[in-house]
T-cell receptor, first 114, second 115 residues
Framework: DTGVSQDPRHKITKRGQNVTFRCDPISEHNRLYWYRQTLGQGPEFLTY????????KSRLLSDRFSAERPKGSFSTLEIQRTEQGDSAMYLC????????????FGQGTRLTVV | GENVEQHPSTLSVQEGDSAVIKCTYSDSASNYFPWYKQELGKRPQLIIDIRSNVGEKKDQRIAVTLNKTAKHFSLHITETQPEDSAVYFCAASMRRVNRDDKIIFGKGTRLHILP
């Protein structure tokens, strides 16, 4: 499968623990996005990268969330001191900048905080 | 920042009839409007997109229209089939040659095709 891949697919964690998710974009894609999706809602923007540069982080995102893309390839999203409200599907998408290219989504990581 | 509103949240149509989903956006600088389909338990997948230099685009049973002046765009599905049942998301973004802005999504429309 040469699409966007995310790991793990599912994560159950206790409140207060830290979690880290990984996203591997399509190889020639220089844009990488992170979204959060809860049941019945659309993907909510969290942050995005162009190559290794983080261009924007949602104002709604607390300081407990951090994302990196150290070499402009894979990316990680870390949530520190998880809360029950962090339970959601975390989606990664990638695209190639410029006109005419779509964003492809990964399968997502479903986080459950208990 | 950009805000995308989508209506209705739920839509039920008889198989064979047409379905229309409407979206509005707030940022007049947005120039790229994709539509994604998400089936239960699966990732969102692009079904059609439109850029601000055109008013309408068709792909078989699916069409999208864009009114830049009013800042709204719509998805039209004709001759609906059971496999069209899914959640549909509209989105807006600004695409430039060297830089793309973030993609902002609507809250989605759950489409039910009734037998």
């Amino acid at each position: 499968d040469t699409g966007v891949s995310q790991d793990p697919r599912h994560k159950i964690t206790k409140r207060g623990q830290n979690v880290t998710f990984r996203c591997d974009p399509i190889s020639e894609h220089n844009r990488l996005y992170w979204y959060r999706q809860t049941l019945g809602q659309g993907p909510e923007f969290l942050t995005y990268f162009q190559n290794e540069a983080q261009l924007e982080k949602s104002r709604l995102l607390s300081d407990r969330f951090s994302a990196e893309r150290p070499k402009g390839s894979f990316s990680t999203l870390e949530i520190q001191r998880t809360e029950q409200g962090d339970s959601a599907m975390y989606l990664c998408a990638s695209s190639r900048i410029g006109t005419g290219t779509e964003a492809f989504f990964g399968q997502g990581t479903r986080l459950t905080v208990v | 920042g950009e805000n995308v509103e989508q209506h209705p949240s739920t839509l039920s149509v008889q198989e064979g009839d047409s379905a229309v989903i409407k979206c509005t956006y707030s940022d007049s600088a947005s120039n790229y409007f994709p539509w994604y389909k998400q089936e239960l338990g699966k990732r969102p997948q692009l079904i059609i997109d439109i850029r601000s230099n055109v008013g309408e685009k068709k792909d078989q049973r699916i069409a999208v229209t864009l009114n830049k002046t009013a800042k709204h765009f719509s998805l039209h599905i004709t001759e609906t089939q059971p496999e069209d049942s899914a959640v549909y998301f509209c989105a807006a973004s600004m695409r430039r040659v060297n830089r793309d802005d973030k993609i902002i999504f609507g809250k989605g429309t759950r489409l039910h095709i009734l037998p």
